[in-house]
């Protein structure tokens, strides 16, 4: 089984105005939640560890994951409200974002509320916001440590400077995870912001030196690249008429990890004994998922059938 951990969230979009107020739009995301949804469709098992308020947003969400067939055991309710990422666009066409989010159910999580992990759990995945925030935070990085000599522990920092600004924190964060996970995956959209000095192969190194086994650097069109500690391969993108681009990232790494698994490759053996052509069809598969996310509109992410035997 598969455990992503971190937020679930709405994006409310303002639509436009009505007499008495806004005209708005909420869809259920959260880079964590998609990725757990990605998985599922993908025909793994996977869970979601987070917290849900019990107000609309998080029975809505809790509905959402049952219908994707996300497990939900993990899951911690309670009767702090949900986060709300709120998002208009001005007479310029410019977007701009206002996140609602302190005080709300998937911060509540601290070390002392942190679920037992079910034995059949062999990977978890962690990313975005809910490791820079606290409580939440820290209970996951402990969590990070005390499970990764059990299970395969895999990170996408996924950074959000609109929930927290400070890039240090970010940077902090980024190298404790990369020192306690297996795999990382990261956008050269976060890596410019996190290490705007410092080329990719010169960070993917340093990754693999504290102890990660693989490293994957996304490029949007500009394809993906990634590095072991003995091989290294590029990739070119997979051409689409893009709709839009989101959840790309998420299914990009749900699909990698789907891949790893079935070419039973989700072992720290396995990482290692990854050769170049190995590394050029995994990053293949992942960015041919990503493609079809990027041909839909909203996070509308692949099905195993969608996508060519691996």
């Known amino acids: 089984m598969f455990v992503v951990c971190g937020e679930a969230l709405m994006d409310v979009y303002v639509l436009g105005t009505t007499p008495t107020g806004l005209h708005l739009d909420a869809r259920i995301g959260g880079s964590p939640f998609n990725v757990a949804v990605g998985l599922a469709r993908l025909g793994r098992r996977s869970a979601l560890l987070t917290g849900l308020s019990r107000d609309a947003a998080g029975e809505r969400l809790t509905q959402a994951l049952a ?62 916001y809910a490791l820079v925030v606290e409580p939440v935070g820290s209970a996951l990085r ?8 059990r299970c395969l522990v895999a990170y996408d920092p ?25 795999i990382v995956k990261v956008s050269d959209e976060d890596l410019g912001l996190l290490y705007p000095d410092s080329a990719p192969a010169e960070v993917a190194r340093r990754w693999l030196s504290l102890g990660a086994r693989l490293v994957v650097l996304t490029r949007g069109a500009q394809g993906s690249e990634a590095w072991t500690p003995g091989a290294h391969a590029i990739e070119a993108a ?73």
Request: with cysteine; hydrophobic share 50%.
């Open 67 to 128: 219908t994707e067939g996300v497990d939900t055991r993990l899951v911690l309710r309670s009767d702090a409200p949900s986060t709300l990422s709120v998002v208009s666009v001005d007479a310029a066409g410019v977007p701009h974002y206002a996140f609602y989010g302190q005080g709300a159910a998937d911060r509540e999580i601290d070390v002392a509320r942190l679920p037992v992990l079910p034995p059949e759990v062999r990977v978890l995945q962690f990313g975005s």
């Open 142 to 149: 402990a969590l990070a440590a005390r499970e990764r000599g």
């Open 158 to 182: 996924n950074v959000r400077l609109n929930v927290e600004p400070d890039l240090a924190r970010w940077r902090t964060t980024v190298e404790a995870m990369a020192a306690l996970s297996h």
């Open 238 to 310: 997979v051409t689409v008429e893009v709709v839009d681009a989101v959840g790309a990232g998420d299914t990009f790494q749900a699909a990698l990890l789907t891949w790893l698994d079935e070419q039973q490759a989700l072992n720290l053996a396995g990482l290692e004994a990854l050769d170049a052509q190995r590394l050029s069809a995994l990053l293949h598969f992942a960015a041919l998922a990503a493609a079809i996310t990027c041909s839909r509109r909203g996070a509308d992410m692949p099905r195993r059938n969608e996508l060519p035997a691996g």
